[in-house]
């Protein structure tokens, strides 16, 4: 008879666990132990000693710089009294090795750097005491489990085993976090892709969007854009210097998962600087026992709804196959790890109907086609037991492939692009004493984009030919009104921009078990020395005629044709416009203290020094020393562990970015002569506008010498509790402010104030059309407020996961020099709507940054698994977004009915022989009293996806898996982008894009070893 004691103890928290006693001499580290029987007596006593048999435990997040899991505690006696020289041991059979330490004169033991996974076992063995074994632990990435270890007085060969759930909420940190296992991926229904970035799309507090592009999904968290993310693999830096997308640059299947940890708010000092999400991804371990598994993903087009009436929808095919094995090299001492993905995806391009006839009427022939995906993507790691006390691993990641980027108005497949790269890393671990561990990693990734002109089919010969309803005249030149209705011919340049980021890091974590309480020290450094990104752009038809922009000469009637109003060429066929260099140094310090047995305090500084050097003028442009404080906070509220409060303030300096250092948006440090040509309707020139080339010795830009990175200001609020039937419930207040954003003024133009107003008098250097000042944005930063809260309920049959999201946001401050907009109409600055992006380097809000996908107001995600009998599985997920904002809605003068008369000097002016056009005389102006009155919105995307499927058990260590996903159920069919939401002047303003991908199916078997 097995004999089984739980008591229920206000001094040991149980919280559910089981004891069961056992002698056991096991032959094999994982072979089971013999059940020792009991009579009455014996239960008795198992009863009376289950007070020193059960550990208490919970969670906390630890250092951020690996992948990671950790478990620590403290060895007791049945009085309480510390047990020092006590030998422990952590083992699982997913995971090749052992992994000890021994307690110190405290009783304190931890075990740091254990690699994810599940069923671990953690033994205790002192002299003169029975042996104690605590099962069914899961470490997860970048998590610190506490196990305290109570032992029994008795001999070795007798153990308490203790068996359990663990508590649900976090009582010791007050960072936000979420961990989802790579299996959790592979069972639950998100999006078609089955990607490692699918984990993103149930973080709470993102905001999810189907890329126009390249399909797939971009992720924002409150307010910071797709590219302010880390994103790190196995503690390996793997996000481009280019610009860090991390759905775009990285692909990692989902058999090449084992843990995620989402970092969303609250980052501790030794988190990676990133204004964004911290993403930490655990690959599997290769164990002693041989395992793996082989999966075909098939979702052939056919199965695709249609959810634009009369128009395209994005429908999808794939056909996707996976594999992953993993076992030992040498038995005990060293194992691997290996997985790889065939990419062959077709992803269909939505057009309304609108958008589709103009389509058919400008380009006769017109037919649909997809953005392809190909390529192969591949993950494989190492493992050596170097000693007890040390561990070595190495890894090496590929997912260099070819992706389309065709939008929406494209008449023709004239859009290749190659994404992705290569990362490789050596990580070495060590244990020194119970007390003191390091960890030193370095790595090098070439993630970037197009690498070469070949890879992605090289440059047209044709000009680039853009199409629109109407034209305006706005400073002595012709625009086309609204977004562009068809693309002609190809495009009229490419660039290539490869780009690479070496990593080496630093950690050393030593714990105080006495001085005013406890204390766990930590230490480190994070060193990207010479990150480099070089873009080449190449100009269509070798430069002499790469553009040409024309109207309809019928608005009903588009097959009518069109006429060219501006014509623009080049002075060079290619030319090298970008190429940035950038270091940085960051190192951390900071000090987890426990002064109370209920309150935990994190409090911690993060510098980082980032020197950029822009290697075409051999020019500094940024140099700076970046301080991040960051201080944290936990208090317990109830004995039973189960209600904690939880407060947080951090200042996050921004992840390093090309883009952002470079200033691309306002152009490179080379760029070639521009003329454009405007045409009357008649076709004679109504004026050409010549743009100065600029060089190394004439770039037209100045740097800002105390231009620093941009950063985040965040305080959190929090309530955990832990409530009956495995319910926990977090409820959250976020306040984040983004300041010092990116940001470039023009100082070339002379505006000279008359007693009638400010006109626009000509340049202060007549060789250039503008000059910029590059610096930081002091005159205004976005505010985001988030309202925030998480319900889940676990238990071994249902797991059910919730979560909603209210954040109004707005712009304080003001206007910042020279934009015309604030000499125009100085009182109109507020905005409490679309506000546009972190990225910076407005310098006309008029026509500025109407990039506003990031500023939906409602966000709510839900989940929902259960396991049914017979080996049946059903799970869904619904998703719901309130919709993008157009941004500020501006009109122009003609439709005001008060056309440009010369108020603010003449339309044009010639300098320098040649004609330039006067800022101030813009036709454009603010529809309403401020920027903030009067946007529309995009609609709600919602989509409700499910899965069912079974798994058939052939051995006790065979299965094959079979299932069906069905992705938006209902077929809905939101449109995601305005194609003109913020020009009220313009016949496309309010019409839509982008619409949601259709109601698809897709089937999977899995082979599981």
Same mark, same amino acid.
């Given at each position: 008879?097995?004999?089984?004691?739980?008591?229920?103890?206000?001094?040991?928290?149980?919280?559910?666990?089981?004891?069961?006693?056992?002698?056991?001499?096991?032959?094999?580290?994982?072979?089971?132990?013999?059940?020792?029987?009991?009579?009455?007596?014996?239960?008795?006593?198992?009863?009376?000693?289950?007070?020193?048999?059960?550990?208490?435990?919970?969670?906390?997040?630890?250092?951020?710089?690996?992948?990671?899991?950790?478990?620590?505690?403290?060895?007791?006696?049945?009085?309480?009294?510390?047990?020092?020289?006590?030998?422990?041991?952590?083992?699982?059979?997913?995971?090749?090795?052992?992994?000890?330490?021994?307690?110190?004169?405290?009783?304190?033991?931890?075990?740091?750097?254990?690699?994810?996974?599940?069923?671990?076992?953690?033994?205790?063995?002192?002299?003169?005491?029975?042996?104690?074994?605590?099962?069914?632990?899961?470490?997860?990435?970048?998590?610190?489990?506490?196990?305290?270890?109570?032992?029994?007085?008795?001999?070795?060969?007798?153990?308490?085993?203790?068996?359990?759930?663990?508590?649900?909420?976090?009582?010791?940190?007050?960072?936000?976090?979420?961990?989802?296992?790579?299996?959790?991926?592979?069972?639950?229904?998100?999006?078609?892709?089955?990607?490692?970035?699918?984990?993103?799309?149930?973080?709470?507090?993102?905001?999810?969007?189907?890329?126009?592009?390249?399909?797939?999904?971009?992720?924002?968290?409150?307010?910071?854009?797709?590219?302010?993310?880390?994103?790190?693999?196995?503690?390996?830096?793997?996000?481009?210097?280019?610009?860090?997308?991390?759905?775009?640059?990285?692909?990692?299947?989902?058999?090449?998962?084992?843990?995620?940890?989402?970092?969303?708010?609250?980052?501790?000092?030794?988190?990676?600087?990133?204004?964004?999400?911290?993403?930490?991804?655990?690959?599997?371990?290769?164990?002693?026992?041989?395992?793996?598994?082989?999966?075909?993903?098939?979702?052939?087009?056919?199965?695709?709804?249609?959810?634009?009436?009369?128009?395209?929808?994005?429908?999808?095919?794939? /056909?996707?196959?996976?594999?992953?094995?993993?076992?030992?090299?040498?038995?005990?001492?060293?194992?691997?790890?290996?997985?790889?993905?065939?990419?062959?995806? #077709?992803?269909?391009?939505?057009?309304?109907?609108?958008?589709?006839?103009?389509?058919?009427?400008?380009?006769?022939?017109?037919?649909?086609?997809?953005?392809?995906?190909?390529?192969?993507?591949?993950?494989?790691?190492?493992?050596?037991?170097?000693?007890?006390?040390?561990?070595?691993?190495?890894?090496?990641?590929?997912?260099?492939?070819?992706?389309?980027?065709?939008?929406?108005?494209?008449?023709?497949?004239?859009?290749?692009?190659?994404?992705?790269?290569?990362?490789?890393?050596?990580?070495?671990?060590?244990?020194?004493?119970?007390?003191?561990?390091?960890?030193?990693?370095?790595?090098?990734?070439?993630?970037?984009?197009?690498?070469?002109?070949?890879?992605?089919?090289?440059?047209?010969?044709?000009?680039?030919? #853009?199409?629109?309803?109407?034209?305006?005249?706005?400073?002595?030149?012709?625009?086309?009104?609204?977004?562009?209705?068809?693309?002609?011919?190809?495009?009229?340049?490419?660039?290539?921009?490869?780009?690479?980021?070496?990593?080496?890091?630093?950690?050393?974590?030593?714990?105080?078990?006495?001085?005013?309480?406890?204390?766990?020290?930590?230490?480190?450094?994070?060193?990207?020395?010479?990150?480099?990104?070089?873009?080449?752009?190449?100009?269509?038809?070798?430069?002499?005629?790469?553009?040409?922009?024309?109207?309809?000469?019928?608005?009903?009637?588009?097959?009518?044709?069109?006429?060219?109003?501006?014509?623009?060429?080049?002075?060079?066929?290619?030319?090298?416009?970008?190429?940035?260099?950038?270091? #940085?140094?960051?190192?951390?310090?900071?000090?987890?203290? !426990?002064?109370?047995?209920?309150?935990?305090?994190?409090?911690?500084?993060?510098?980082?020094?980032?020197?950029?050097?822009?290697?075409?003028?051999?020019?500094?442009?940024? !140099?700076?020393?970046?301080?991040?404080?960051?201080?944290?906070?936990?208090?317990?509220?109830?004995?039973?562990?189960?209600?904690?409060?939880?407060?947080?303030?951090?200042?996050?300096? #921004?992840?390093?970015?090309?883009?952002?250092?470079?200033?691309?948006?306002?152009?490179?440090?080379?760029?070639?002569?521009?003329?454009?040509?405007?045409?009357?309707?008649?076709?004679?020139?109504?004026?050409?506008?010549?743009?100065?080339?600029?060089?190394?010795?004439?770039?037209?830009?100045?740097?800002?010498?105390?231009?620093?990175?941009?950063?985040?200001?965040?305080?959190?609020?929090?309530?955990?509790?832990?409530?009956?039937?495995?319910?926990?419930?977090?409820?959250?207040?976020?306040?984040?402010?983004?300041?010092?954003?990116?940001?470039?003024?023009?100082?070339?133009?002379?505006?000279?104030?008359?007693?009638?107003?400010?006109?626009?008098?000509?340049?202060?250097?007549?060789?250039?059309?503008?000059?910029?000042?590059?610096?930081?944005?002091?005159?205004?930063?976005?505010?985001?407020?988030?309202?925030?809260?998480?319900?889940?309920?676990?238990?071994?049959?249902?797991?059910?996961?919730?979560?909603?999201?209210?954040?109004?946001?707005?712009?304080?401050?003001?206007?910042?020099?020279?934009?015309?907009?604030?000499?125009? /109409?100085?009182?109109?600055?507020?905005?409490?709507?679309?506000?546009?992006?972190?990225?910076?380097?407005?310098?006309?809000?008029?026509?500025?940054?109407?990039?506003?996908?990031?500023?939906?107001?409602?966000?709510?995600?839900?989940?929902?698994?259960?396991?049914?009998?017979?080996?049946?599985?059903?799970?869904?997920?619904?998703?719901?977004?309130?919709?993008?904002?157009?941004?500020?809605?501006?009109?122009?003068?003609?439709?005001?009915?008060?056309?440009?008369?010369?108020?603010?000097?003449?339309?044009?002016?010639?300098?320098?022989?040649?004609?330039?056009?006067?800022?101030?005389?813009?036709?454009?102006?603010?529809?309403?009293?401020?920027?903030?009155?009067?946007?529309?919105?995009?609609?709600?995307?919602?989509?409700?996806?499910?899965?069912?499927?079974?798994?058939?058990?052939?051995?006790?260590?065979?299965?094959?898996?079979?299932?069906?996903?069905?992705?938006?159920?209902?077929?809905?069919?939101?449109?995601?982008?305005?194609?003109?939401?913020?020009?009220?002047?313009?016949?496309?303003?309010?019409?839509?894009?982008?619409?949601?991908?259709?109601?698809?199916?897709?089937?999977?078997?899995?082979?599981?070893?």
């Amino acid at each position: 008879m097995l004999s089984a004691a739980v008591r229920l103890d206000a001094h040991w928290p149980t919280h559910g666990l089981q004891e069961v006693r056992v002698r056991s001499t096991p032959k094999h580290p994982y072979s089971p132990e013999r059940t020792r029987h009991f009579g009455a007596k014996g239960k008795a006593l198992s009863a009376l000693l289950l007070i020193a048999a059960i550990p208490t435990l919970h969670s906390s997040t630890g250092d951020a710089q690996t992948s990671n899991g950790t478990i620590h505690g403290k060895v007791t006696d049945a009085s309480g009294a510390i047990i020092p020289n006590v030998s422990i041991i952590a083992r699982s059979a997913t995971v090749g090795g052992t992994f000890t330490a021994m307690s110190d004169t405290e009783g304190n033991f931890r075990l740091n750097d254990l690699p994810q996974g599940t069923e671990y076992s953690l033994e205790a063995v002192g002299s003169g005491f029975e042996k104690f074994v605590r099962v069914g632990l899961i470490v997860r990435a970048g998590l610190d489990v506490t196990v305290d270890v109570p032992l029994v007085i008795g001999s070795q060969a007798q153990a308490v085993q203790v068996s359990g759930d663990p508590p649900l909420i976090d009582t010791q940190n007050a960072e936000q976090t979420v961990n989802l296992s790579g299996e959790l991926l592979r069972n639950v229904p998100i999006t078609g892709r089955h990607d490692w970035s699918d984990s993103l799309q149930i973080t709470p507090g993102i905001i999810s969007a189907s890329s126009d592009a390249e399909g797939g999904q971009t992720y924002f968290l409150r307010g910071s854009e797709n590219e302010n993310h880390a994103t790190l693999l196995d503690g390996m830096d793997v996000g481009s210097f280019e610009q860090n997308w991390p759905s775009n640059t990285i692909s990692i299947a989902n058999e090449s998962l084992g843990d995620i940890q989402i970092k969303t708010g609250g980052n501790d000092a030794s988190s990676p600087a990133a204004m964004g999400m911290v993403i930490n991804l655990a690959s599997p371990s290769g164990s002693d026992l041989y395992h793996g598994s082989v999966l075909w993903l098939t979702g052939p087009a056919g199965l695709n709804g249609n959810n634009v009436p009369n128009g395209n929808a994005a429908a999808s095919a794939t /056909e996707q196959p996976d594999f992953a094995i993993g076992g030992p090299i040498v038995k005990q001492r060293a194992w691997f790890f290996a997985s790889g993905r065939y990419i062959h995806r #077709d992803d269909g391009i939505s057009q309304t109907s609108t958008q589709d006839a103009f389509l058919r009427e400008i380009a006769p022939g017109f037919q649909t086609f997809a953005n392809q995906s190909r390529g192969f993507v591949f993950l494989g790691n190492a493992s050596v037991q170097l000693s007890d006390k040390h561990r070595l691993m190495g890894l090496f990641q590929f997912d260099s492939r070819k992706q389309d980027g065709n939008y929406q108005w494209y008449a023709t497949n004239i859009a290749h692009g190659q994404d992705g790269g290569s990362a490789v890393g050596l990580r070495l671990l060590s244990q020194w004493t119970s007390r003191l561990s390091t960890r030193f990693l370095i790595s090098f990734n070439n993630k970037g984009v197009n690498t070469s002109l070949g890879a992605i089919d090289g440059v047209g010969g044709k000009p680039e030919i #853009d199409i629109y309803t109407t034209d305006t005249l706005s400073g002595g030149t012709l625009v086309g009104q609204g977004a562009s209705l068809a693309t002609l011919n190809n495009l009229n340049s490419v660039t290539t921009n490869p780009a690479s980021k070496p990593t080496i890091t630093g950690d050393l974590a030593y714990s105080i078990p006495k001085g005013l309480g406890t204390h766990e020290l930590e230490a480190g450094y994070y060193l990207e020395p010479h990150e480099l990104s070089k873009t080449t752009t190449f100009y269509a038809n070798n430069g002499s005629l790469i553009q040409e922009n024309a109207v309809l000469n019928n608005a009903a009637n588009p097959a009518q044709g069109y006429t060219v109003f501006n014509t623009e060429s080049v002075s060079q066929s290619s030319l090298l416009t970008s190429y940035i260099g950038a270091n #940085d140094y960051a190192w951390y310090v900071q000090d987890r203290w !426990h002064p109370l047995q209920r309150l935990a305090v994190t409090a911690g500084l993060r510098p980082d020094w980032i020197s950029s050097r822009d290697e075409i003028a051999k020019q500094t442009i940024q !140099h700076s020393w970046n301080w991040a404080p960051r201080v944290g906070a936990t208090y317990v509220l109830t004995k039973n562990e189960r209600n904690v409060v939880r407060a947080s303030w951090t200042k996050i300096t #921004d992840i390093t970015n090309a883009s952002y250092l470079g200033a691309n948006a306002i152009g490179g440090t080379n760029t070639p002569t521009t003329t454009n040509t405007y045409y009357n309707p008649d076709g004679s020139v109504l004026s050409t506008i010549v743009t100065p080339g600029t060089s190394a010795s004439a770039s037209g830009r100045t740097f800002d010498p105390h231009r620093h990175q941009g950063f985040v200001e965040e305080w959190i609020f929090g309530y955990r509790a832990q409530l009956p039937g495995a319910l926990t419930l977090d409820v959250s207040y976020i306040d984040r402010n983004y300041k010092d954003r990116p940001a470039a003024y023009d100082t070339n133009q002379v505006y000279t104030n008359t007693g009638t107003g400010t006109v626009w008098s000509g340049l202060v250097n007549p060789a250039l059309n503008n000059t910029y000042f590059i610096t930081n944005n002091r005159w205004n930063y976005f505010v985001y407020q988030g309202y925030e809260i998480t319900v889940s309920k676990q238990t071994r049959a249902v797991q059910l996961f919730g979560t909603y999201t209210y954040s109004p946001d707005h712009i304080a401050g003001t206007w910042q020099p020279y934009d015309p907009s604030a000499i125009l /109409e100085p009182t109109k600055f507020a905005d409490n709507a679309g506000i546009g992006s972190v990225r910076g380097y407005v310098t006309n809000d008029y026509t500025g940054d109407t990039r506003d996908r990031m500023w939906q107001r409602n966000q709510f995600r839900s989940s929902a698994t259960y396991k049914a009998p017979w080996n049946l599985r059903v799970s869904s997920t619904l998703t719901a977004q309130s919709g993008t904002p157009g941004g500020p809605v501006i009109t122009t003068l003609t439709a005001l009915g008060t056309p440009y008369a010369g108020q603010f000097g003449p339309a044009t002016r010639s300098i320098g022989g040649r004609t330039v056009s006067n800022p101030l005389a813009t036709a454009y102006r603010f529809k309403y009293a401020n920027r903030g009155e009067g946007q529309i919105w995009c609609p709600w995307l919602v989509q409700w996806n499910a899965l069912a499927g079974r798994e058939f058990r052939l051995t006790d260590r065979q299965s094959v898996e079979a299932d069906v996903n069905i992705y938006n159920i209902t077929n809905q069919g939101a449109a995601q982008q305005f194609v003109n939401g913020n020009n009220a002047s313009s016949t496309t303003f309010g019409a839509l894009q982008n619409v949601q991908l259709p109601r698809s199916a897709q089937i999977s078997v899995r082979y599981h070893f």
